[in-house]
């Protein structure tokens, strides 16, 4: 299925996750693994979180940019609109 996800875009054009396990740099075209990270601050979830639509309206944008994904095993989860609506919570996605 095709889903997006928001990303941090690097000066040098590699792209890493937004808050979790961020100095990790995001292969294109190769299926990923969700794996659990803890982080303080952040509740522990070890899976991809995407969105139905490139939308998050309570996220900044400065040097993000939105990517298209194709994921597996993957469970929904509703979101306020505010929040961009229809999350995924995916345990493999591909860039």
């Not at 794996?35 to 899976?47: I, Q, W």
């Not at 991809?48 to 400065?62: G, I, Q, R």
Request: with cysteine; charged share 30%; glycine share 4%.
């Amino acid at each position: 299925m095709i889903a997006y996800k928001l990303v941090r875009q690097l000066k040098n054009g590699d792209i890493s996750s937004l808050f979790i396990n961020k100095t990790r740099r995001l292969p294109r075209n190769e299926w990923m693994e969700a794996e659990s990270y803890e982080t303080k601050g952040f509740a522990v979830r070890p899976f991809w979180h995407c969105t139905s639509e490139p939308n998050a309206p309570h996220l900044s944008m400065k040097n993000r940019t939105w990517v298209k994904i194709e994921m597996e095993d993957f469970t929904e989860f509703k979101r306020p609109e505010s929040q961009g609506g229809t999350w995924y919570l995916a345990k493999n996605i591909k860039i």
